[in-house]
């Protein structure tokens, strides 16, 4: 492979750097690269030399993970995909981004053994590694949120080991108490910590449902956080559900388990059914009365789409149609101000300010913040051609003439400006709302 001078150069000051321990500059890194600023700044915006480099100042940077690299290794790493990013990219802190790859390779190695239908205690394995992958998820994000002593206890005894919080310490910081996906998580871990004893084979029909839901949760709170999908598209599912879906006797039970333990694991597949029905919402079990079907159009002529691997919970929450409601204040609630503003309210939750700063154009007059405008809502909603008919994004009210949009619209708005390299920028330059007079 060809190799660029400046690859090898950047390369040998990383390792230096790195080697010893000192802060990078980035008049160092430019002189070393013969990179101008720009591409510099390009580079680090879009997260390509986060694997590489975290910023410790204005303008100073430690080198990471550079030591036992070849030349030619970095060289394809900076070649690939102008879309590559590291894992981590939008991280400050170094301990963070190494919880992160920790918790995908936990999830990932949860999945490989869970799907091994020949390892008899695969349930075991899952909760082990399930819990573990969501407890450094959960302290990356709070890492970055409130800084990395938010995740250790405090300790009068310095010359002992530091401590870190609990997963359940973790659960709460984030969500609320009633919060499905919190229930969801604290039920595993419950049968990791009491109740591991019960996990037999003849629970995987209700927990098998259970454990695809946290695994859906974690993909889209992994994605949510990193930008990036916990799994690859061409991994072809995530769980395998089990498909004897009868409870076993409990004669049976009694007779493989004897009747103390026996009572104990009906008594768990009994509750933990009935909690999942009452419920009936997949962020807790993947509920079993739905029907999938391969149309393109439901009864009421709604769209439906059946979920790609990388789509997480809302992938599934779209595929699965378990009551389709056809009031247009349930479906389509916002007027084009409220989606505005939901589209702004849910981007500075999900976004660091730097990265809405590079992705967005226009500012809040008051704020000076960086948001939507309607000169870019109705730009996408053009491009996107949605007011051509009624679907589920968009909804027209003939008398009197109004637009209204779902909550599907403000996400898949949010994730065409943020994923898609330069599509809000294209929308705007189009301009080809103008003209238009009609109501909004």
Sequence with gaps: MKVASSHKNLLELLQRKETIGEAISEKEILEASGWQSSTFIT??????????????????????????????????????SKHRRGLGHNCESRLAKALLRKSRENMLLALELYNRPSLENRMDCFVLCFCIAWEQLLKAILIEEKGEESIFRKSRNTKESRKTISLRECLSEIYEADDLVRRNVDRIAYYRDEAVHLLMPEVQSIMSRVFQSGVLNYS???????????????????????????????????????????????????????????????????????????????????????????????????????????????????????????????????????????????????????????????????????????????????????????????????EKIMSVEGYLENARKSGAHKGSKKKI
């Design 43 to 80: 580079y680090w915006n879009k997260g390509q030399l986060s694997d590489f480099l975290n910023k410790v100042g204005n303008g100073y940077f430690e080198a990471s993970s550079s030591v036992n690299l070849s030349v030619q290794q970095f060289t394809q790493m900076l070649s690939q």
């Design 220 to 414: 889209t709170k992994f994605q949510e956080f990193t930008q990036q999908p916990f799994i690859s598209s061409r991994h072809s599912g995530m769980l395998s559900l089990v498909g004897d879906l009868k409870h076993p006797s409990v004669a049976t039970l009694h007779s493989n388990y004897g009747k103390e333990i026996g009572d104990e694991i009906s008594s768990l597949i009994t509750d933990l059914t009935d909690e999942a029905k009452n419920l009936d919402n997949i962020q807790f079990a993947i509920p079993l009365n739905v029907k999938l079907v391969f149309a393109r159009k439901d009864e009421q002529g709604n769209m439906i789409t059946l979920a790609k691997a990388e789509e997480g919970m809302e992938g599934l929450k779209r595929a699965i149609i378990l009551e389709k409601p056809t009031d247009r204040e349930k479906t389509h609630p916002y007027r084009e101000g409220q989606a505005i503003h939901e589209i702004n309210k849910r981007l500075h939750q999900k976004y660091q300010a730097s990265i809405l700063e590079v992705k967005l154009f226009a500012r809040n007059k008051k704020t000076d913040r960086a948001e939507i405008n309607t000169y870019c809502f109705r730009s996408v909603v053009t491009k996107l051609k949605w007011k051509n008919s009624n679907n589920r994004y968009h909804h027209e009210n003939k008398d009197p003439e109004c637009h209204y949009y779902s909550d599907l619209a403000i996400e898949e708005f949010i």
